[in-house]
């Protein structure tokens, strides 16, 4: 069974452009959601996906956003990058919709690195 | 203060050794306890979970959740150069699949 895929690996950008990233989850689970880990800051939630609806959000600026499509695939898009989003942009899926699961059910991807220059 | 304190270290040992790995928590309302491993260029992955309260072991490892002092623990025992990683601990908020994560402790296993 195939893990939760994020593309690309790497990605160099400049401040002030827009960057989207993918996540393909594991088949069947209709939950993904999405961190960002920084040295500084560790890990934190970003926002959580399930049947297309955005379930929860974290404490980021409105520049951070996502959406889900049918097939359960995720994006997540950042506007007007800063340096400061410089990170590792994690992706993790699970089976148990929101409020249903403990998080031993969650997945994460190997992540997207993303470096604003 | 942080939700979920951690000590990022970094923690060196020599192999065989016993690895005591820490968290603290503020939230009352924490359930469930997480304990992630992260190598290098890759994502978490779950290494141990717990429900309130107890200890559970799976195989080197055992983790231990102290609700009244609020205290997580990781243990684990002979360890080996391929536990070098870092430890993440976490704890659910709200019962979504949203994870509260510590700093993580970066421990580093020499033969």
């Known amino acids: 069974k195939a893990g939760v895929t994020q593309t690309p690996r790497y990605l160099i950008k400049t401040r002030g452009q827009q960057v989207t990233l993918s996540c393909s989850p594991i088949s069947g689970h209709r939950s993904v959601s999405w961190y960002q880990q920084t040295p500084g800051q560790g890990l934190q939630f970003l926002f959580e996906?399930?049947?297309?609806?955005?379930?929860n959000k974290g404490n980021f600026p409105g520049r951070f956003s996502g959406r889900q499509f049918s097939n359960s695939r995720s994006e997540m898009n950042v506007s007007t990058l800063e340096l400061g989003d410089s990170a590792l942009y994690l992706c993790?899926?699970?089976?148990?919709?929101?409020?249903?699961?403990?998080?031993?059910?969650?997945?994460f991807g190997s992540g997207t690195q993303l470096s604003v220059l | 203060q942080k939700e979920v304190e951690q000590d990022p270290g970094p923690l060196s040992v020599p192999e065989g050794a016993i690895v005591s790995l820490n968290c603290t928590y503020s939230n009352s309302a924490f359930q469930y306890f997480m304990w992630y491993r992260q190598y290098s260029r890759k994502g978490p992955e779950l290494l141990m979970y717990t429900y309130s309260s107890g200890n559970k072991e799976d195989g080197r490892f055992t983790a231990q959740v102290d609700k009244s002092s609020k205290y997580i623990s990781l243990f684990i025992r002979d360890s080996q150069p391929s536990d070098s990683a870092t430890y993440l601990c976490a704890s659910i908020n709200g019962g979504y699949n949203k994870l509260i994560f510590g700093a993580g402790t970066r421990l580093a296993v020499h033969p």
């Open positions: 996906y399930f049947s297309e609806t955005q379930r």
């Open positions: 993790a899926s699970s089976s148990a919709p929101p409020g249903q699961g403990g998080g031993e059910k969650l997945f």
